[in-house]
């Protein structure tokens, strides 16, 4: 099980999209984990192929418990399908995104089977909610009839299926002749509720902020940007676009914090094992606001490479998916840097809470018309606040200024981007 932020303890399995035998390869999605947060989408890191599947659907386990055995290179042979058996789970500091898969021991001699091998799940098409309510109550999803959009299986079509199961069970007859009745399985847990899910949510919300607090030194700076000329090259560019392809000043502000961050390499990485690692790519995590309540800050990759107008179509796909519940692991895991943006609140200046293992958090209040004093005039210009919260035990003020003066310097050449 990946650790998918800081504020993950524990997933359930909803789905397996893969069985053992199937081959994979790097990026390709294999199963799908409910966490507190949200529906994520397991990617396989390595290539080769699935030997086992050790923990199965609807079953909760921490983080750092192997959920499968994958094998690579070799020759490839179909091994007997083990039954699933307790893994360690201990929890490493930060586990890598590959720690989801384990590499497997040598595969066993290949033994006859007598029955004809399982046909391969299919994907299920069933919006979040309805998944996790499955696993509660114990519902087939293959076996049920989806009637929301283009069939995608709906929390009310789980609920018939429950009850419709439920009814067929008590209509059956009873036995001729007189048996122990067999022992009454436990109740399934009610699926959880949006309350619950929203006080669960806060709950590990506060626990990872609370232990970056405790554990991070943090220090804050903070600066004014005069966003005249962003906001002039962002209007005039807007204008020679149709309206759904227009930039939000947001994708400057990314791009600007990317291309910063690469400049002042002590901005961007982890603090793993009591030791700064710096990475060389530059992940952009968005803080955003769900529906519901809570926050969540998946990664845009690679921003300082892409044009703006990948960086816009990322972002609003993002968004989409966030609202909708549903992520990919690498979209959790692998944000460097985290961008928190409260404008559109109305808020001016925001100093975030540093997400663990990360660095360092830039936050952006809402452009705002100050007095501003240039060349021995004094007008009013669209003015913005930027500031820093990073890591003392990896940069300092000094670096930390440099780093908010780059951003600055970045965002008068809006061209540049």
């Known amino acids: 099980m990946p650790a998918l932020g800081a504020d993950m303890e524990a997933g359930t399995i909803l789905q397996w999209l893969v069985k053992p035998g199937d081959a994979v390869k790097r990026g390709d999605i294999i199963a799908v984990v409910d966490t507190e947060k949200a529906t994520i989408e397991i990617e396989v890191f390595e290539n080769g192929v699935i030997q086992a599947i050790v923990v199965p659907e609807g079953e ?58 399982p046909p391969p799940p299919r994907r299920v098409h069933a919006s979040p909610v309805a998944m ?113 392809e227009r930039l939000l000043y947001s994708v400057l502000l990314l791009k600007a ?14 603090w793993v094992d009591g030791a700064f690692k710096p990475s060389e790519a530059i992940h952009v995590g968005v803080a955003i606001s769900l529906r519901q309540g809570g926050l969540i800050a998946p990664a845009i990759h690679d921003v300082g490479k892409k044009s ?36 559109e609140q109305g808020v001016e200046s925001v100093f975030g809470v540093i997400y663990p293992p990360q660095v360092a958090l830039v936050g952006f209040g809402k452009i705002t018309e100050r007095p501003w004093a240039a060349d021995g005039m004094v007008g009013v210009k669209p003015v913005i606040m930027a500031t820093l919260a990073a890591d003392h035990r990896v940069s300092d003020g000094h670096r930390g200024g440099l780093f908010l003066s780059k951003v600055d310097r970045l965002l008068q050449e809006p061209e540049k981007l």
């Open 60 to 117: 909760k386990v921490p983080v750092g418990t192997v959920l499968a055995l994958i094998r690579t290179g070799g020759e490839v042979a179909m091994p007997a399908e083990p039954k699933p058996k307790p893994v360690a789970r201990e929890r490493a500091a930060r586990p890598a995104p590959a720690a989801a898969l384990a590499p497997a021991p040598p595969a066993p001699p290949i033994r006859p089977r007598e029955a004809a091998a």
């Open 132 to 244: 996790r309510m499955a696993v509660d109550l114990g519902v087939d999803l293959t076996a049920v009839k989806g009637t929301g959009p283009d069939g995608a299986i709906t929390k009310a079509d789980v609920e018939r299926a429950a009850k419709a199961a439920k009814e067929g069970v008590a209509a059956a007859p009873p036995p001729t002749a007189p048996v122990e009745p067999p022992k009454a399985p436990p109740a399934p847990k009610p699926a959880m509720g949006p309350a619950e899910r929203q006080v669960a949510m806060r709950r590990v919300i506060a626990a990872a902020m609370a232990r970056s607090k405790r554990e991070i030194p943090h220090y804050y700076l903070g600066t004014h940007i005069d966003m005249t000329r962003a906001m002039a090259w962002l209007q005039a560019e807007n204008l020679k676009r149709a309206v759904t």
């Open 257 to 270: 914090v990317a291309l910063a961050a690469r400049e002042i390499p002590e901005i961007n990485g982890f």
């Open 308 to 343: 703006l107008d990948e960086i816009m179509a990322n972002l609003r796909d993002l968004v989409n998916r966030v609202r909708a519940g549903v992520l990919r692991s690498s979209e959790i895991a692998d944000a460097t840097i985290t961008v928190t943006s409260l404008g």
